[in-house]
């Protein structure tokens, strides 16, 4: 949930020989990477404005049930052929493809025609990409990188011309003893005589890899360091990928490089940014009526707000005021001091509140939770669509093994005398200064049913409140947003290749209004409570609260940059197998880099974390350490529901795994990320199953299927491409290397792709099945399934 080529694979032997050696190495290696996923020809967007469409329904109370009601799923799942949807468009296929397998491209070529009278992007409106760690759905914050110490100081302000005759420079701006704290697009707009911008006229435009469209002069760079490009006589605009590719590096190894536009911006995560004004306080606090109008809050620091009206940003009585501009209906900003004033420096509880009329439309389609942290959940005239929360779960726990799980996992949260267990340690862990309370974490054991999924939500969960097999997905997000398209396109793949549901837990303030259960007749959308902005955790901690409380027998859980592929249900019937009440966790699939304690992870915690793991070091093995690390794609049972209420309380209660047998205490609430905290869970309770990577790196790993498709034996060898290599090998868990299983694909962050790879791999499963390539992949074999694979590598050290 994060920024992920040559002849190796995404993860074969170079990343691991880089990742060896030391950080700079590493740099090295991750511009190598992204230079070789930029290299991948991009499908062209088709023509057509094609809308899509999602659903949501709100549920009655949890039903009474008996323990007859739950029953376990078959053990044999069916490939699911998806339901019947219009194919709009295929990607016709590549130079390259034609050369390599001319079968794949004979595929493309037929429908042509089939797709001519398609006009424009498959979206119009797509906005910001998410953070992956920070928060689930916007860009990382281009944040300014602060001088040396010894140029502080500094006051030159000259511009050194670069490549003589070119219009590109470096400018070096100074900062003359003071902060900037108006962001870039507020900032007074200043004209030297000759019309360019003065120095404080800099508008953001995009951040780096992403592509900035300015009407003026263009730079590159990150706080005093600048590269300017101007525009050549007659050209309207620059169009330009703000990448290492396209300018040069002026700061190697800042990661908060990106693009600012002397006028305002005409891309589109620009332009999203431009639908405010600032407004005065007073006008603002004086529309406020007690009891019928008040301020809700809408989103924390770093996330987004869509707000069809005033929204505020700061904290306790500190904060700046923001209304549409002349033309828009609402406000939609990040909540970022990136973007915004920084109205109260060092306060991380800065977060946005929407100022919301509980008379109007709008304020019926606002996530219950929202409301009910306002005090204005019983204003809704849509009723308690409520479906989990401590006493509707402590209600029904005794009525199936799955309820008396769900309420044992709910426990640890919604009881202030939860139930120890050995696992702590020798006494019972005390809570840290910074735990949530009590009240705080009940409310974040609340669910509800979107009032437009509610007959959906009846007829899939049934009269037992569970669903036999599901996908989950957790999301946030304004509903014109980037992040919404992603999650989108997730649910089209599970209606196209699965004949499973999918759940999508939402945590943000409201879904967009095309999501319909006509269009996805087997998506379910559950509104959940939202972490308020003290309690200073991860957004992406809601992926466990999700897998919780979407009462799901089997469950995989993906994130909205993800689609899956023909052949997924499979591993439904393996979860089963493997998650039991012998084995009650969440199994995770090998990741595909070999994180240790050379490198500190993906949630940059480092030392503190594998100080406790690996304690002789980077030169020791890391005793405690039990499998390689996983990606955060679990899957699960309902009998490992009570680890994730488990190590979700020892987060939020902020609790200290004790020193013991040589391995050093660690904080939980140090753990800062979803993933780690899977990993450190898995780790403690001595964990050893890990799949082979079903969650593919990238999805133009998919080529090597579009590249193998023929008729044929079912077991046939990789030639074509260069991504038929494994995941890397590492010298403990998986010395072979790690099989690869075409099941999904992750980092899918660009959801008009992603429709072209859906509909290209649509047409042919469609016409010819038969011929697709059998899933997994290993040694630059492919095999047909697991029994297959291990009759030829019986000590394969992953699942499949």
């Known amino acids: 949930m994060r920024r992920r080529r040559g002849r190796e694979s995404v993860c074969g032997s170079l990343p691991q020989l880089l990742w060896k050696t030391s950080l700079p190495a590493l740099l ?12 991948f020809p991009r499908p062209a967007i088709p023509a057509g404005n094609v809308d899509a469409v999602v659903a949501v329904v709100p549920a009655a109370p949890l039903p009474a049930v008996s323990p007859a009601d739950v029953q376990a799923p078959d053990a044999s799942v069916a490939v699911g052929q998806g339901v019947d949807a219009q194919v709009a468009d295929v990607q016709e296929p590549t130079a390259d493809e034609s050369a390599a397998g001319s079968e794949a491209a004979t595929i493309a070529q037929p429908l042509k025609d089939r797709f001519a009278h398609l006009s424009g992007d498959l979206y119009d409106v797509i906005g910001p990409e998410q953070s992956p760690k920070k928060q689930q759905w916007l860009p990382d914050p281009p944040a300014k990188k602060p001088l040396p110490p010894a140029e502080e100081h500094k006051r030159s302000e000259s511009e050194e011309e670069l490549n003589e005759g070119q219009d590109e420079e470096v400018e070096q701006e100074q900062q003359r003893g003071r902060k900037r704290q108006q962001k870039p697009h507020q900032r007074q707009e200043k004209k030297s005589k ?18 900035c469209v300015c009407p003026g002069t263009l730079r590159w760079g990150n706080g005093d ?136 439309e709008f304020f019926e389609q606002i996530n219950p939770g929202f409301l009910e942290l306002a005090g204005l959940g019983h204003l809704r005239k849509t009723g308690n669509d409520e479906i989990t929360s401590c006493a509707i779960l402590e209600s029904v726990a005794d009525l199936s093994p799955p309820d008396t799980q769900a309420w044992k996992a709910a426990e ?19 809570a840290g200064e910074k735990s949530l309370d009590q009240a705080t974490m009940r409310r974040l054991m609340q669910t509800w049913v979107h009032p437009r999924f509610k007959e959906s939500y009846r007829r899939l969960y049934k009269d ?35 004949e499973e549901a999918i759940v999508v837990m939402h945590f943000g303030f409201a879904t967009p209004e095309r999501w319909t259960p006509e269009e996805f007749p087997r998506l379910v959308v559950l509104h959940a409570a939202p972490m308020p902005p003290t309690a200073l955790r991860s957004f992406n901690f809601n992926k466990l609260r999700a897998m919780m409380l979407s009462r799901v027998i089997v469950g995989i859980e993906l994130d909205s940059d993800q689609w899956v592929a023909p052949g997924v249900d499979t591993m439904f019937a393996r979860t089963q197998q493997e998650v ?124 090597t299927v579009f590249l193998h498709v023929k008729k044929g034996s079912s077991r046939r060898t990789c030639t074509k491409g260069d991504m038929c290599d494994d995941i890397g090998a590492d010298g403990r868990w998986h010395p072979n290397g790690v099989a690869k299983m075409f099941f999904t694909a992750h980092h899918a962050v660009n959801p008009n792709e992603t429709r072209l790879y859906l509909r290209r791999m649509k047409v042919i499963a469609d016409t010819r099945r038969q011929e697709l390539p059998p899933p997994i992949l290993y040694h630059h074999r492919f095999f047909k399934d697991g029994d297959d694979l291990r009759s030829v590598h019986p000590d394969l050290t992953c699942l499949v």
């Open 412 to 430: 640890y949260l919604c009881n202030e005398k939860f139930p120890w267990d050995a696992v702590d340690g020798n006494a019972r862990p005390e």
């Open 464 to 498: 037992s409140g569970w669903l036999p097999r599901a996908f989950v997905n957790y999301y946030a997000g304004a509903p014109t947003g980037k992040i919404v398209n992603m999650t989108e396109e997730l649910v089209r793949s599970v209606h196209e290749f699965s």
């Open 580 to 703: 039991t009440e012998e084995y009650p966790m969440p199994i995770l699939p090998s990741h595909f880099l070999d994180w240790g304690p050379s490198g500190e992870g993906p949630g940059g915690i480092g030392a503190k974390l594998w100080d406790r793991y690996c304690p002789e070091g980077k030169e020791g093995k890391c005793r405690w350490q039990t499998q390689r690390w996983g990606h955060a794609h679990p899957t699960w049972t309902f009998w490992a529901v009570p680890f994730l209420g488990r190590w979700l309380r020892r987060n939020f209660r902020d609790e200290t795994l004790p020193a013991a047998d040589g391995k050093q205490a660690l904080q939980v609430r140090e753990v800062l990320e979803d993933e780690d905290l899977l990993n450190v869970a898995t780790w403690e309770e001595q964990g050893t199953k890990q799949w082979c990577k079903f969650d593919l790196p990238d999805p133009s790993e998919f080529e």
């Open 225 to 360: 360091t600048w590269l300017k490009k101007k525009r050549k006589k007659g050209e309207k605009e620059i169009k330009v990928s703000c990448s290492i590719m396209q300018f040069k590096d002026i700061l190697p190894g800042d990661d908060a490089k990106h693009c600012e536009c002397s006028e305002i911006p005409t891309n589109k995560a620009a332009l999203a940014q431009a639908t405010w004004k600032e407004v005065g306080a007073h006008e603002s606090e004086a529309a406020v009526v007690p009891g019928r109008i008040e301020w809700v809050f809408c989103a924390s620091q770093w996330q987004e707000c869509a707000c069809p009206g005033r929204v505020r940003w700061g904290n306790a009585g500190k904060w700046m005021y923001l209304a549409p501009k002349k033309g828009y209906t609402e406000v939609v900003v990040k909540c970022s001091i990136d973007f915004l004033a920084d109205v109260a420096p060092g306060d991380e509880a800065k977060h946005c509140d929407c100022l919301v009329d509980s008379s109007s």
């Open 28 to 39: 090295t290696y991750s511009v190598y990477l992204t230079y070789y996923l930029g290299s």
């Open 194 to 211: 000759d019309g360019e911008a003065g120095d404080d006229t800099w508008h953001y435009c995009a951040k780096q890899w992403e592509e």
